[in-house]
C-alpha cells in the first residue's frame, strides 16, 4: 500500500483527466468539469499524505515495524473514490444518455475499478472502499435511468463489481500466502544460515581440540619411542631384552595411530601433492609382489597378478601407497584361499582391483568402510586387525589422483576393492618407482656414519623428550646440548658458534618464537646455514603448511629413533659435502 500507492496517483489522474475532457468534449456540460477538477484536488491531497506517510515510515524500515495511521491513507482515498459514485451523474447527467455515451462511461468506470485491483489487493480494507463506491455509481445510475437497457446495465455493473472484489479478495489470499512463504524460507535460510556457522565453529574448535589432544598426546610418545629403544639397544643381551622388545611393540602401534592421524592432516592441508607421470602397471605390480608375497606364503594364501601392457599417467607413490592398503587388508581378512591384483581396462579408464576371498563385508557396512575410524566386526578394536583409519585415506588419496574408490562383497565368500584411474596410451619405458613411505630402520651398525661424531643443540620445551633424544643420541655423537628456552640455546650458539655440527628444534615452543624463527635466530648467531631439523607434533593443517614451507628437513613426533639418527646423519654428511656452507669444520682425529 505505501509503495504501490504513490504510483498510482499519476495512473488514477490520466484517467480522470481524460474521462472529463472526453465527457465535456460530447456534453458540453459544466458538470464534467467541476468532477475533473475536484477529483484532481483530491489526487493532490491524496498524494500530500502519502508523502507524509512515507516520511513517518521510511521503505528501509519496513522491515522494522509495521506502518499505523491508517487514516492518513484510508481518509483521502475515501474521498477520492466518492467522486467516482458521482462520475455517472456528473459525466453524463439525466437526459443525456446515448449508446456512446453510456459504452464509454461502462468502459471508463469499469477500467478504473480493474486497475485497482493490483493495489487493493495488497490491504483487505481497501477492497470496499474501491470496489463499493464504483459499483454503486454504476448502479444507481443505471437504476435511475430504468428500462430494459438501464436494469440490464445495473445488474452487468453489479455483476462485474462483486467479482472484482472477490478476484482482489483472491488476490490478497494469494499475496498472504506468498509473503508468509516468503518469510517462511527467509527464517528458514536463516537459520539454516546460523547453523552451518555454528557447525563452521564446532568443526573449528573440533579441528583445534584434535590437533591440540594429538600434539600433546605425541609429546611423550615421542619420548617414550625413543626411551624404549634406547632400552632395548642396551638390553639387548640381558634376559629382559624380550621385555623391552614388548615395550616396543606396543610403542609403535600408538605410532602407528598417531601418524594416521597425520597423514589425514598432511591431506587435508594439501600438503600432498600428486606428481603425475606416466607409469606401467607391470612394475607397480611386481613392487607389491616384492611386499607381500613372504608374507602370503607365511599365511598359506595364494598372492597372483593378471594385467596387460597397461599405462597409467598418475603418482606411481600415490597409488602404491592405495593398492598396499588393499592387499594388507585382504590378506589380514582371508583365512584361506588367496587374493587376486587385477588390472582391466573399463573405456577409457583403467581399473584396478583387488580380489580376496576372504570374510566378506555385510551390506550394511559396505557405506561406512571409507569412514574415519571405522571397523567391521572389530568391537574390541583389536589393533592388529588396523586402526580403522586406513581407507579414510586411500579416499583421500584417490581424489587426489583424480580418480573413484569402490568396493563390492558378499559376505563369507570375499571382497573386491577397485579404483578407477584415466588410462594413458603406452610410453618408450617405465620410470622406477620411487619408495612410498619411510623405508625399514637400517641397521646401526651398518649406517654411515660422520667422519667425526657430531655436537647437536636440542631445543624443545618438553626436559622430558631432551632426556629422550639425548639417551638414544648419545652414543653416537660427541656432545648433545639440551635447552628448554631460545634464550639458553642463543647463549650457548653464541658462546661458541662454530661448535655444533646440527640443530634439533621443537616447532612449538614456550617462547614466543616458533622452532623456524628459533632456527632463523639461531643461524644467524652461528654465521652459517646449520643443518637443522624441525620437529613437530602438530597435525593442525595451518601448522603442517607452515613446516613444509619452511624447507626446513621436516620430522613428526612421534619419530622412529632409528629414522631420527639417520636423517641427522644425512644432513651432516650433505653439509659436509658443501664446504662453502660451512667456513671450518673439526678434523677428524
Known sequence: ?????????????????????????????????????????????????????????????????????????????????????????????????????????????????????????????MVP???????????????????????????????????MARYALSQHQLIRRSLSDQIDKELLSEQLLRQSFELQRLNRERSRFFASASHDLRQPVHALALFSRSLERDLADHPLAPVAGRVVQATDAVSGLLNAMLDISKIDAGTVVPQPMEIAVDPLFLRLSQLFEPRAQQAGLSLRFHTGPEWLKTDADLLLRVLTNFVDNALKYTRHGGILVSARPRGDRLRLAVWDTGLGIAPEHLPHVFDEFYQVDNPQRDVARGLGIGLAIVKRLVDLLGGEVGVRSRQDHGSVFWVDLPRRPPAPAAPALAPTATPAPAAIDTMELPLVPPRVLLLDDEQPVGEAVRMWLAPYCERIEITTRLSDACAQVRATPEDFDAFIVDFRLADPQDGIQATAELRQLAGRRVPTILVTGDTDPERVRAAYASDLVVMFKPVQPEVLLRTLHQIIRSEEREPALSPRRRQPP
Open 1 to 125: 500500500m505505501f509503495v504501490m500507492g504513490p504510483p498510482t496517483v499519476l495512473t488514477a489522474l490520466t484517467a480522470a483527466i481524460a474521462m472529463a475532457g472526453v465527457f465535456f468534449w460530447m456534453t458540453r456540460g459544466l458538470g464534467a468539469l467541476i468532477w475533473g477538477f475536484v477529483i484532481c484536488a483530491l489526487l493532490g491531497l491524496r498524494l500530500v499524505f502519502m508523502r507524509w506517510n512515507a516520511r513517518l515510515y521510511p521503505e528501509p524500515e519496513f522491515t522494522l515495524r509495521q506502518p499505523d495511521g491508517a487514516w492518513r491513507f484510508m481518509c483521502p482515498l475515501g474521498a477520492y473514490m466518492s467522486m467516482w459514485t458521482l462520475a455517472p451523474w456528473a459525466l453524463m447527467p439525466p437526459g443525456t444518455e446515448s449508446p456512446m455515451r453510456i459504452l464509454i462511461l461502462l468502459l471508463g468506470m469499469f477500467a478504473v475499478l480493474m486497475g485497482s485491483v493490483p493495489v487493493i489487493a495488497t490491504w483487505r480494507a
Open 129 to 163: 472502499v474501491v470496489t463499493i463506491p464504483l459499483t454503486l455509481g454504476v448502479v444507481t445510475r443505471f437504476a435511475w435511468m430504468g428500462g430494459t437497457d438501464g436494469w440490464f446495465t445495473c445488474v452487468v455493473g453489479l455483476l462485474f463489481g462483486g467479482s
